[in-house]
């Protein structure tokens, strides 16, 4: 296939090219002469994909690290980062804020780039990695020295088809693809096709080695990529096993469509509350919309603990019997967050069956009997049984149940997440929330269309 036409709408523009290499220089002219000026041990180093070449139009956000000697403290380290990020931050006019890797780092917001500055230490190889960052200068570096400048277009191919299908991004909400990883497919596989073509065949445990270092077996994930800079660290770890599969499909999905354009363009979303509220209508499904406050947390810490409460909070209430056909959460990220349940039935008889041991056990069974009558035992298959009335018959008055300070134990919930749970929740219906609030309606559309983004 010619991708000409496709790649003419993914490359940077000559323009964007020359702003970004302008305003790179004089950042990192500004550092260097700062710190040669106040005798500050650090030198500075533009990384990530801006550097490599393999950044999508409009999607040029520029990672600058402010590299340290290896003798220098953690601390001083901390301080001087962040010290010399708002200085230049300051310096340009930027509009900065703080964020938390393995460190504190400083992102600023310069002239309509949004511009990273991250301490770091200057290492030559994984062995003497001292925070999880320092290894961006060596990924760098290796791409720069092994991706061929032809490969360029291919890895801004495979960074969009992953976009469109939903399989993009190692941050925790999504659980894809991170970019340096779709960097290391292209040099595995070559190209674009041939990279699609090999995912099609993945296995679960599938290894890819580019320096053969034989050190699979240290780990046990869904896709085994092991880092050409650190042996022992596993570049797809953060690839959830989901977004493996779908990503496996869509490539399937790609190489078997006539319309294969249409894998690099957005999918049609529907985003209209009518419309959404009548599928949901439509499948007869009851749901069950839970609300409340977000602690002012990272989203990195964030989002693995809603994952984990609605998670949890879902398993419980198949515990209980309540069918539930499908859970997710939703936040926007600010201000609150709702748990949804997609209830096959959320209310239950008043009675359940409370099973004993098999009939074969006759020192259980006798225990059994004594313990609740024999009057009240009755055989079911091979079973000693007998009903007992349940203490919930609906999954809304579960949910109270568990949301009190006395029984929140009973679900695994995040643990920035237990007092404003507590303390804001509501049971609020899908009519309540705003037909604006496009991202939500998004995400609903999402909810009820699985799979929608892996074929066109």
Known sequence: MDYTSILNKLRPTEQEKTKIKEISHRIIDFFNDYCKKEGINATTVLVGSVAKGTYLRGKSDIDIFITFPLETSMDYLKEMGLKLGYLCNEKFNGVASEHYASHPYLTSEIEGFEIDFVPCYQIEDGSQLKSAVDRTVLHTNFIKANLKESQKDDVLLLKRFMDMTGTYGSEFKVGGFAGYLCELLIVKYGDFETTLKEASKWRYGTVIDLMDYKTSKLFNDPLIAIDPTDKNRNVAAALRLDKMAEFIQSARNYLNSTIKEEYFNPINKNTNKENLLNQIKDNESEFIVVKFDIPDIPLDTLHPQL?????????????????????????????????????????????????????????????????????????????????????????????????????????????NLKDSLLDSYSFISLEDISSDNSKFWSFIDDFLNPGQYIKR
């Not at 349940?341 to 359940?352: P, V």
């Open 307 to 415: 994952k984990k409460t609605v998670e949890s909070l879902s398993e419980k209430l198949v515990d209980e019997e309540f069918n539930v056909f499908a859970s997710d959460y939703w936040t926007d990220e600010e201000k609150v967050a709702v748990f949804i349940f997609e209830m096959a039935s959320s209310t239950l008889n008043k009675i359940k069956i409370n099973k004993g041991p098999k009939v074969f056990i006759e020192r259980g069974c006798q225990q059994f009997i004594d313990a609740h009558g024999l009057e009240n035992c009755y055989i079911k298959y091979d079973f000693l049984v007998m009903n007992v009335e349940r203490e919930f018959t609906s999954a809304v008055s579960y949910i109270k149940h568990v949301f009190t300070s006395e029984n929140i134990a009973l679900i695994k919930i995040g643990k």
